[in-house]
């Protein structure tokens, strides 16, 4: 049976935007729906690693879920991020994912813990056996300080509701290892924007990206011309972009997004702690950037 395909090309992992008094800022989030769904956008992706989840109670994570639910209004899928280094929580987030509306959960790796290889595998095969949704893999060594080995990915694939990958593991090579031992089936998307066009290359379907926060067309026209077969037009656009990625990742992801996001006028850049927000030094930079790529002035 074949596994179902959440998307393919773009998906936005949304900042969630914080007010003055520290609450979910649902005016600014539902204006970002929007914004990305008329620029093109294939997926929205909250409660992740941008969206601040993990600082984020369980309440305030089921309302951020519900609100883009309504904003997005069936248009595009949204694949709620929903991991915890907790099985019993990661399964709780799921399933009140799966309740709000979502139609596809991103599990990031257990963390801290670093679990055994069969440990994982337990980990997820809990979740899926608990909710109806699909459930997308987060492969990202350098948050969970443990990776997911190729043939453990195999053995995930393996299992019907477990259907994609997000790899952040920094190596097309891992991506190949992947393909070879999950098969085409199994779909893989770059978690790292600037990776973007040798994942695809290899066979990956797509981007959890954070840039196209801020240029949410930009990013869909560089991932359809590649997967559509033209890569000299996405390389061109990629090294108009690049600059741009680079610079979002000076500090912590998602510290310098939201800073880009408050230069545009789309929400505050109110980070919670232990983030911080950007140096002056990142903060010039980014505005540099954002005059030259054309969204500012």
């Known amino acids: 049976m074949r596994k179902q395909v959440l998307f393919t090309g773009v998906a936005t992992a949304l900042v969630t935007p914080f007010t003055e008094d520290d ?23 909250p409660c992740g690693t941008t969206g601040e989840a993990a600082t984020l109670s369980h309440e305030e994570q089921e309302r951020v879920i519900r609100v883009i639910v309504e904003a997005t209004n069936g248009r595009v899928p949204v694949i709620s991020g929903t991991g915890s280094n907790s099985t019993a929580e990661a399964i709780a987030l799921t399933k009140a994912a799966e309740q709000a509306g979502a139609d596809g959960a991103l599990l990031i790796s257990p ?23 699909p459930i997308i893999v987060y ?116 510290c310098p997004v939201k800073e880009a996001l408050a230069l545009m006028g789309q929400c505050d850049c109110r980070v919670r702690l232990p983030l911080v927000t950007v140096t002056n030094t990142t903060s010039e930079a980014l505005r540099r950037q954002l005059l030259r790529i054309g969204v500012i002035e």
């Open 139 to 254: 492969n990202i060594p350098g948050r969970t300080a443990s990776k997911i080995e190729a043939e453990t990915m195999a053995r995930l694939a393996a299992i019907d509701g477990i259907v994609a990958v997000k790899d952040a593991t920094g190596s097309p090579a891992e991506v190949s290892r992947v393909i070879e031992n999950c098969g085409q089936d199994f779909a893989i998307y770059s978690g790292d924007d600037a990776l973007t066009l040798p994942i695809i290359s290899v066979g990956g379907k797509g981007v959890i990206s954070v840039t196209s926060n801020l240029v949410p067309e930009a990013m869909v026209a560089m991932v359809h011309e590649m997967l559509h077969g033209n890569p000299r037009r996405a390389q061109q656009a990629h090294q108009h972009l690049f600059p741009l990625i680079e610079t979002l990742f000076l500090e912590t992801n998602p």
């Open 23 to 45: 609450k979910i800022d649902e005016v600014a989030l539902a204006a970002m729906v929007e914004r990305q769904i008329t620029a093109g956008i294939n997926a929205l992706v």
């Open 111 to 133: 963390y801290y813990n670093k679990p055994q290889q069969r440990g994982v595998v337990a980990h997820y095969t809990a979740v899926e056996n608990a909710v109806g949704i």
